[in-house]
């Protein structure tokens, strides 16, 4: 009765990270959207600094002041090796986001945003000559054939926004593989990685901000009709974006791996349909039929790599190369960090 009891709260607790998770992550994303297209704030770079200004004060107040995180000691001299170019990569990653989606629809945006298991298969093999078992390579191709189809017929398609879209997931991939070798040794939750990142990406992208979007936000502040509480929404967005984070932690420590990644791939689905229920972004037949097997391509990469971490060991996992007789593991786990902030 009581073990019967136990894996209700279970399943309902799963559910219910799973559900906050959903609504952070799809309420940023319209909001930042609506501040692109409705608010007219037409400034992605000073959007994501205030993004990292929130999270920076967001996990301080959870770390330092309530607690509810035991902060992750590193070296001083660690912060600036390690833990900077992590950051570099990190501000790049989410400017990209912000850049794609000012350009082309939610639904285009999320789609490309799914390549990012190929694009980290892709530079582990290419860059660190790492190899990975056929079934790894199998299960991108409906993950590339259904981004093919999405892009060709995108009605909205915008070549500046696709391209910040595309680069968006190479430097989500570069910033997984580099944290396998940067970041050896701690081992950061959400929270503590917003704590040491958001303030260096701050840094980073305050300067850039400034003289690039600085004359064009103050015009907009003058001529917008209602300037205070378009501000209001916009730094909404940015304690909202922090609250996906904290979400974050809470989903990964009540869900299991496959659990995560098949609702990882249905929250894309949701935020594709709220978003076309909010902004009526016009989606072809075969657009959401790409749309879809990309989607299915992400869910069976996923299952894929899981059915392999599985294996007992000593089972074959890799070919054997003349390279390397090192048996490797398919090292692609940004599933559960890639909505950060």
């Known amino acids: 009765m009581e073990e019967g009891k136990f894996l209700q709260w279970g399943v309902f607790r799963s559910l219910l990270a799973i559900l906050q998770w959903w609504g952070f992550n799809v309420t940023v994303i319209i909001i930042n959207k609506w501040i692109f297209q409705k608010l007219d704030f037409k400034f992605p770079l000073s959007v994501s600094c205030i993004h990292f200004i929130c999270s920076s004060i967001g996990a301080y107040l959870v770390i330092k002041v309530l607690k509810l995180k035991p902060l992750i000691a590193v070296d001083p001299e660690d912060r600036w090796k390690r833990i900077f170019p992590m950051s570099f990569v990190f501000c790049i990653n989410i400017v990209l986001g912000n850049v794609s989606l000012r350009y082309i629809p939610i639904s285009f945006m999320q789609t490309i945003k799914s390549f990012t298991p190929a694009t980290t298969v892709f530079l582990q093999w290419l860059v660190w000559r790492r190899y990975f078992d056929r079934r790894i390579w199998a299960s991108l191709v409906p993950i590339v054939g259904g981004i093919l189809l999405t892009s060709i017929t995108e009605l909205n398609f915008n070549m500046f926004g696709f391209c910040a879209a595309l680069f968006g997931c190479l430097a989500t991939s570069t910033k997984t593989i580099l944290a396998e070798s940067l970041l050896h040794g701690y081992k950061f939750d959400s929270i503590n990685t917003v704590y040491y990142m958001a303030p260096f990406a701050t840094m980073i992208l ?5 003289l690039l979007e600085g004359n064009g936000v103050a015009d907009w ?37 496959v659990t995560f990644n098949v609702a990882g791939n249905l929250k894309v689905a949701v935020a594709v349909l709220i978003s076309w229920m909010i902004f009526r972004n016009p989606i072809s037949g075969l657009n959401a039929v790409g749309c879809g097997i990309t989607l299915l391509g992400c869910t069976f990469y996923g299952y894929v790599r899981h059915m392999l971490s599985q294996q007992p060991p000593g089972t074959p996992r890799t070919p054997r190369t003349p390279r390397n007789k090192m048996e490797l593991l398919p090292l692609v786990n940004n599933d559960k960090f890639d909505d950060k902030v």
């Open 206 to 210: 305050g300067l850039p901000a400034l």
């Open 221 to 257: 502040f003058h001529t917008h009709p209602t300037p205070w509480a378009a501000l209001i929404i916009i730094f909404s967005s940015g304690v909202l974006a922090f609250c996906l984070n904290f979400s974050i932690f809470y989903v990964i420590h009540s869900t299991t791996a």
